[in-house]
Structure formats: C-alpha cells, structure tokens
C-alpha cells in the first residue's frame, strides 16, 4: 500500500526551508505549528534537554529527556539548521546555577561544565553536519563502501549538485534479504546525506525500517504496471537507484517503467552491472542486446541519434529524455533531461 500522505507536512516544509522568511512562516502556519515541530522532534531524536519552540509568540516546550537545561529556539530557526544548515539567529540557552558546597568553587565550575555536552548533542542534532558519503556508509552498515563495492565516490560526485535540494529518492532493494528487521542502511545513509530529502525504499519483502523522512514499500520490481503506479503515487523522484535483485530482466523491465517519473536534471543508477555478464542472472560473457549492460549500451547510441538516420534530432522518447550516461565499474548513471541537439549536415556526412 503506498502511503503519498505521511509527506502532506515534510514535503512543504523541506521545500520552504531555504525560503525568505515570509514564505517559511506562511508554510508554517499554513501546517501548523504543532505539526510542524512534531517533525523537527522526530529528526532530532532525544536528549538530556528540555527544548522551547516559539513561533508568532507562542512558546511550547517539549521535554526530551531531563529538564535541568533549556534550549530556546524560534522554530522557523530550528527549520532552516534542521534541513539548510543555516545558523541561527534566536538561539539561547538556560542552565541551572548550581550552589558552591563543600566542593568549593572548583566543584561549581565542574558542575557548570558538566553541562556543555548535553547542550552540545542537541545543537548537534539541530544542524548536522555534511558529513562524508563514504563515512556514512561505513558507520549506518551499507556495502555501498568497502564490503562488496567502492561506488560512494561515485555517488558523492554525481549528487554533490543535489545534496541540499528537496529530493525525493527510491532505491529498489532495502537489504537484509527476507528478514523483517535487517537491512535499511542504504536508506538511512541516503536520509542523512540528503538533508531536505524524501527517501522510499521498495522490496519484494515486508520491512521494519522506519526513521525520519524515511518511507518503505513493498513490492515487485519486476511488475512495471505496481512501478508506474509507485511513480505516479510517490514521484517524481529526483534519484531512482537500482539495488533489487540484479537480475538482467527486473533491471530492464524496472528501468523501462520507473524512468518516465525521474524529473529532468534527476538521476537513474543502475548498481551491480556485474550480473550483466553472469548467464545464472540472464547475463551474457559479451554483454548482448538482452542485459542490462546491452540497454545501457544502447543509450549511448540514442544520445548521439541524430547523426544516425535522424538529423533533425526527433528520435524515441527514450532518445529525447536521455541527456548524459556515465559508466564507473559495475555501476553506471543515467541523466535525465532534454536531448534534442540536431545532427551535423547532411553534405558533411558524404564530404570524403
């Protein structure tokens, strides 16, 4: 079941949380105060803090764990470090006054400082830092670096355009095979990367994975009609990823399904090329027509169509919504945009 509405407050919010005041107000209240901090409450987890998010005046306080320290915070401020990791302007901080007993001054000065890390962790978690693809993936347990594969190097450039954007990502394949409560990390890496990002995960398997701005869904990959479906309910997605099943036949059918919902300027990455030359996966040794290393292939052709046969630059569909391809071991990215360049002249084509 896909479930469009768990965005109905995220997906404004994200989108106005680079805006002029005004706008980002006007969205807040057009969601509500309430709503809105209930989602900032969900990113920054708990902590040994008490939090105070005033909006037009009024103050709510919000008790993340203990009380002796309290955070205040205007919450159109929290929303812009939370996701554009801008600073803040209303940010101050109460903390208990500690008596001088027989410790002496020392001991009030150490009670004082005691106080720091607790502040520090939630100040943290209000604006995170931009923190290394790769790192990311190491600690939240992807085989996306290291393990198996190399390619956040890949990932970190061809993103890097969209890091701060309010994407909307679908990566095919949570991980954790048929077991409910494993896998999720690429999810949760793609979460903390992005930060104004909306990230589904899809799976052929029922999955617990759940975190903020983290939605998953069951399903086929290999069934285009469910996939057009998910495009229509849950896009356009800025980033589509393949990491199902690699087999040559699902990576095809879900390309040929899912690509129509990529926004121009998005991205499809297709992982694991490798099963393209595995006959066990419909692989073939030389890569043929009917692998998913043969249709990328065949992209390279329609980028340049209009030198063959098609001057004027017409071409498929496919042709015209293919802009850029780019191939990294086992891993390739299919850029989406207008390619509608007109071919060289005819009378050069036959000069020599």
Sequence with gaps: MLDAARWTVLAPLLQAATAGPDLLDATIRGLTP?????????EIGEHDVRLDLTFDGVTTS?????ADVVVSLDLADAVRGLYAGQPWSSLAVSTPDPEIDE???QGWFAARKGLAPSVQGLLSALRPVRRDLGELAVELGTDKWGDLHWYTQHYERHFARLR?????????????WDDPD?????????????PRGLVHGLDIARKNVSGPRIMTVRGDQSDAEFLDRLGRELGPFDVVIDDGSHFNDHVRTSFHALFPHV????????????????????????GTDGTSIGMLK????????AEVGDPRG???SLQRTISGISFHHNIAFVEKGLNAEEGGPEFLRTFY
Excluded at 34 to 42: D, F, I, Q, R, Y
């Design 34 to 42: 309430g709503a809105v901090a209930e989602e900032v409450l969900k």
């Design 62 to 66: 919000h008790l993340l764990a203990g």
């Design 103 to 105: 410790r002496g001054v």
């Design 164 to 176: 701060t954007e309010p994407v909307r990502v679908l990566e095919i394949g949570i991980g954790g």
């Design 182 to 194: 494993s896998g999720g990390g690429s999810l949760r890496m793609w979460q903390r990367f992005f």
């Design 263 to 286: 926004r121009p300027g998005g991205l499809y990455v297709v992982e694991d090329l490798q099963t393209a030359y595995w006959p066990g996966w419909g692989g073939h040794p030389e």
């Design 298 to 305: 065949s992209f390279v052709d329609g980028l340049n169509h």
């Design 314 to 316: 017409t071409g498929t």
